[in-house]
């Protein structure tokens, strides 16, 4: 009997564990600070970031979210994310003064593939060699 109520705490334990580093992934990922998680769990900001490993986006992950500007073949398309979905949109302009964008309401699951897709527009829209 003692033995069934230690492994039910056990089964416990683990998923307060895993519940615990989803909201912490959560928190970061709305900004919360690994010194802010720290205090509300009382402990040390160090000791957040060991006890959640990546709950707050690095510096360079953040950056990787802002918008471009892509420059191809005579044209400029602008790259735009979008915080509530998380995807990537763009809109543009060829060298050959034709405006285009991504189809109402497609957002691009990354960065990348908004660029292909900008890049594929901007190039056949490119101004002819005189």
Do not use: N
């Given at each position: 009997?003692?033995?069934?109520?230690?492994?039910?705490w056990?089964?416990?334990?683990t998923e307060v564990?895993?519940?615990?580093?989803?909201?912490?992934a959560?928190?970061?990922?709305y900004?919360a600070?690994?010194e802010?998680?720290?205090?509300?769990?009382?402990?040390t900001?160090?000791?957040?970031?060991k006890?959640?490993p990546?709950?707050?986006?690095?510096p360079?992950?953040?950056?990787a979210?802002t918008g471009?500007?892509l420059?191809?073949?005579?044209?400029t398309?602008e790259l735009?994310p979008?915080?509530?979905?998380?995807?990537?949109a763009w809109?543009?302009?060829?060298?050959d003064?034709t405006r285009?964008a991504?189809e109402d309401?497609?957002?691009?699951?990354t960065?990348?593939?908004?660029?292909a897709h900008a890049?594929?527009?901007?190039?056949?829209h490119?101004?002819?060699?005189s």
């Amino acid at each position: 009997m003692t033995l069934s109520v230690l492994a039910a705490w056990k089964v416990v334990d683990t998923e307060v564990k895993h519940l615990t580093a989803r909201a912490a992934a959560t928190a970061g990922s709305y900004g919360a600070s690994y010194e802010q998680m720290g205090a509300v769990w009382g402990i040390t900001r160090q000791g957040a970031r060991k006890k959640w490993p990546g709950a707050v986006p690095r510096p360079a992950a953040a950056a990787a979210r802002t918008g471009a500007v892509l420059e191809l073949f005579g044209g400029t398309a602008e790259l735009v994310p979008d915080p509530s979905s998380g995807g990537w949109a763009w809109a543009g302009e060829g060298a050959d003064e034709t405006r285009g964008a991504a189809e109402d309401g497609t957002w691009y699951a990354t960065k990348e593939e908004a660029a292909a897709h900008a890049g594929a527009f901007l190039r056949e829209h490119a101004a002819a060699l005189s």
